[in-house]
C-alpha cells in the first residue's frame, strides 16, 4: 500500500482514533529516540580500553562491518566485530541482557517500571509486553548487577545476618514436602535448615556485601568464604553477640564490637550496628510486595534492592539509563531457558 492511501485511510479515521494513532506513534518513536544513547554509551563504557573479544577475552579483535536491527518501526544499523585469535564474532549486547531482544527499544520503560515498583502485570499493560517475558528481562538484568562489587571494607564494617524461608516458589512439582500456602511459616521454631541466611555487611560509606550464604545458622566457615578477602586488620567489627562473629573475629585478629539483641546496649561511642539494621528493616519491607520468592532467585533480589539503595531510589533519566548501561557491562548468559531450569546452589 503507497503511503498516499494510507494517508487516506487515516483520514477516514475518526478523531479520537486519529488520536489515538498520534499517541502510538509518538510514544514509539520517543522509545527508539531515547533508547539509541544508551546503545551508543554502552559501546564506548565496554571499548573505552579498546576491544575485547567477548568469547575468549583476547583483545586482538577488528571491526567487522555492520548488522540490522528492527528497532520498533525503525531499522538500524549497529557495529558488529571479529576476534582474530577464536574467529568468532559479536556485537555490543553479545552476552548481556539485551542480547536477543528484539523490543530492545521498550527496556528502558521496563526499568523504570521496576525501579517504580511496578508488577509484572501492571507493567505489562503499561508497555504491552507479555508479563512472563517482563519476568525474564527482569531476571536477565538482574544476573548481570548480581556481578556487581568491591575490593575491601574500611574503617568500621557492621555486620549482621537475616533470614528468609526456603522457596521453591514456581516448581511445579515439589520433592520431601507439600507445598505451602502463600504466607505460610516454617514447620520448624526458631531459626532451621527450611531458612536461608542473607549475610549482610556494611561499613560506614554504605559500601555493602549482601549475599546468600547457606541454609540454617550462620558459621565461621561461610563468614571467611564469603567476605573473608574483603575485610583486613584495619577493620573493625560491630555485630550482635552470635557466637560464629565472636569466632571468627577472634581468629582474624580483628577488633570487635558484639551488641545483644536485648537492646540494653545499643551503642559505644562509634560503634554500634544501626545501619545495618535499619537496612534489614527496609529490605525486608521492600521484600513483602512480591509475597515471596523462589529462593534460587533471592540473590537477585538482594542485588536490586541493593542498586536501589545506591542511587536512593530515584526514578529519572540518569537513573535508568545507569541501570541499563551497568547490567550491560557485565558478562551474563542468563537466557529464558537457564533461568527456568536453574535451581539454587551455594
Known amino acids: 500500500m503507497a503511503l498516499t492511501d494510507i494517508i487516506k485511510e487515516i483520514q477516514k479515521l475518526s478523531i479520537a482514533d486519529q488520536l489515538r494513532l498520534k499517541e502510538f506513534f509518538t510514544k514509539s518513536l520517543a522509545s527508539i529516540s531515547a533508547s539509541e544513547p544508551i546503545f551508543k554509551e554502552v559501546s564506548e563504557q565496554k571499548h573505552k580500553d579498546g576491544y575485547t573479544c567477548t568469547h575468549c577475552h583476547s583483545t586482538n579483535v577488528v571491526r567487522f562491518g555492520k548488522y540490522s536491527v528492527k528497532v520498533g518501526m525503525k531499522t538500524m544499523e549497529r557495529q558488529r566485530y571479529r576476534c582474530k585469535d577464536c574467529g568468532k564474532t559479536f556485537t555490543d549486547v553479545t552476552n548481556t541482557p539485551l542480547q536477543g531482544s528484539h523490543l530492545s527499544h521498550k527496556w528502558l520503560d521496563f526499568i523504570q517500571c521496576m525501579i517504580e515498583g511496578y508488577s509484572l502485570r501492571k507493567a505489562s499493560e503499561m508497555i504491552e509486553v507479555h508479563y512472563v517475558t517482563l519476568f525474564y528481562w527482569r531476571h536477565k538484568i538482574l544476573s548481570a548487577l548480581n556481578q556487581m562489587d568491591f575490593d575491601q571494607f574500611s574503617g568500621i564494617v557492621e555486620m549482621d545476618e537475616t533470614y528468609f524461608l526456603y522457596s521453591e516458589k514456581g ?6 514436602r507439600k507445598a505451602r500456602k502463600r504466607g505460610d511459616a516454617s514447620q520448624f521454631r526458631g ?32 563468614l571467611d568464604k564469603a567476605i573473608g578477602s574483603k575485610l583486613s586488620n584495619s577493620n573493625t567489627l560491630c555485630t550482635d553477640a552470635w557466637r560464629a562473629f565472636k569466632t571468627y573475629a577472634k581468629d582474624k585478629g580483628l577488633e570487635h564490637y558484639p551488641f545483644k539483641s536485648d537492646g540494653k546496649e545499643r551503642v559505644r561511642g562509634l560503634y554500634h550496628i544501626r545501619n545495618v539494621n535499619n537496612y534489614h528493616s527496609r529490605l525486608k519491607g521492600w521484600m513483602d510486595r512480591f509475597n515471596g520468592v523462589a529462593t534460587k532467585y533471592l540473590d537477585h533480589y538482594l542485588s536490586w534492592f541493593q542498586f536501589l539503595d545506591i542511587i536512593r531510589f530515584r526514578n529519572d533519566s540518569t537513573t535508568i539509563s545507569k541501570m541499563i548501561i551497568d547490567s550491560c557491562l557485565f558478562s551474563t548468559n542468563a537466557t529464558y531457558e537457564r533461568l527456568r531450569l536453574s535451581t539454587f546452589k551455594l
Open 171 to 176: 516448581k511445579r512439582k515439589l520433592n520431601g
Open 191 to 222: 531459626i532451621s535448615r527450611e531458612q536461608v541466611c542473607v549475610l549482610i555487611a556494611r561499613d560506614r560509606q554504605k559500601l555493602t556485601y549482601s549475599k546468600v550464604i547457606g541454609k540454617g545458622r550462620i558459621v565461621k566457615s561461610r
